[in-house]
Every structure is written in structure tokens, then in C-alpha cells.
């Protein structure tokens, strides 16, 4: 893995997400624009690219599966991908968190059907996985971060999931072809000149039409959020509330005592929990490290 320019590691005295190459995951039909393909070839033809492409044209969500174990297999020799899957978003109903297609048929793909592969990657890639959903819709493949952080104070260390990815990065709502490809190609120029993933993401939004944003969810900031706020604790009056619910003939020397134990039991749990998802602390900041 090459290091970040010294002037980078200057600017960024931060926590460095670690990646090796670009692997785009294409499911469109043949009457598609072939997005993934090419920005993969944009990035093949730059000279001065830090980072090297990969390409995996899929036919079926069965490709779509074993292109993912495969970049699991190849962790060892090629080591860890920032992902793109192009296809054809579905948006979410009280069945699925929304998903992906091809478009050509009525074959799709849930989030949730991708879940387990993807935190078999992040996890052996030491937490450094990056995912782009390049569809309408790819936003909902947030909640892969966010249904990883349960109810810190009611459910034990195993019922936590580690999370499927590092970063999740995808269009609200419905996006055109032509502003999905060009904002991600400034999304890509701008990562592969800077190493900056949020510098990255402001001037892929520059490139969006009215009502259409890129939006990305980043497990290391919601770990430092949820950390600080287990570090400053529940409102003494919300949790005084709920320790009379649970004992409501306690006196007040008990209910004081309770309170204390809930709150040192909370804090212990959660720094737990959130060093099993993610695997270790990290800052709020990310650079890219290439």
C-alpha cells in the first residue's frame, strides 16, 4: 500500500482508511450505459493513478455474491477494494431495506442478501472497506451501518453484528445515468488527487443536478459520536425516570445507586460493542491512505 504525499499526512493528522484498488461490480442490461466500466477504464488510463481498477461484469445476483467472495479470496494479493456495484436501485417497502436489479428482469438483489458477504470482507480487511452504491436509492444501503449499533444497554456483545462496511456511500433517491457517471468520475478524480473521502464527496455534489445528492454514512464518526456520548452518559433525568419504572418502591439512596450502576454498566458495554463492529477506536477524520 503506497503512503499518502507528506504533505497529505501533514494536513490530515488523522486516522488513514487503508485501500488497494477500485473494484467496480457491474449488474446492468445490455441497453444500459455501462457505468462502472467506464469509470474503470477512466482510471486505468490515468497515468498517475495511485490506485489500480478492477472490473466484474455480472449477469445474475449470484454474480454479484461470488464477485464479492472472490475480493475476499484475492484480500491476500490484491488487498482491499473500495467497491462500486452499478445496477438499478429499488427503494425500500416494510419487506426490505431496498436493494438492487439489473433491469432486465425480475431478479434482485436485498441489501440484507449482501450483508453477511460484505462483513466477511470488512472484517478480514481489517475494517477498511468502502462500498458506493451507483443506483437510485443507494443511500438505503446505509442502514448496513446503521443497524449495526443496537441497543447498547439491553443486548449482550454477541448479538452485535460487526458492520458490512467502513463507509457507506450512496444516492438519495433517484439519480439519471448521466449524473451518476459524472459525479462519481469527480468523486474518483477528486479521491485520487487529495486521499480526502469527504473532500471527495463535496465536489461529486457539485456535479448533481436539483434533487440529487450524494450521501455517505461513516462508521468511524458514528463510533466516535456514540463513544462520546457514553463518555458524557444518560440525562440524569431520563435515567432516573427509567430506574423508578424498574423499581418503583426504591429509596433514594437506592435509586442514586442504581443510577450509578447503569450508567458505569452502559459505558463498559458500549465501548464493548462498538470495539466488536468496528475492531478498533478511531478518529472522526478520514484520510484515504493509497
Known sequence: MKPLSQNNQEDNPRSAIGI?????IEWLSSTDIKT???LHKWIQARVSSPLRSEYRRCESKTDVVNALREATSNLSTFGTPLIQID???LDSDQRSSGGMTSNKGPENIAWEDIWKELRILNAASGFNLIVIAASCYGALGHRGVLDSIRSIDKLGIEATEPAPYIASIGFEGEVTEKSLHDSLKEFYRSLLNTGRLM???EDANRELVANEQLTIVW????VALSLRA???GEPEKDLRARVIRAYPRAREDEIRKRMAELTAYTRDLGEK???RMLGSQHDEDAVVQM
Open 36 to 38: 462502472g466500466h467506464s
Open 230 to 232: 457514553l463518555s458524557e
Open 20 to 24: 488497494d484498488y477500485i473494484l467496480f
Open 199 to 201: 473532500v471527495a464527496i
Open 87 to 89: 445496477a438499478h436501485g
Open 219 to 222: 462508521l468511524r464518526k458514528v
Open 273 to 275: 460493542v462498538l470495539q
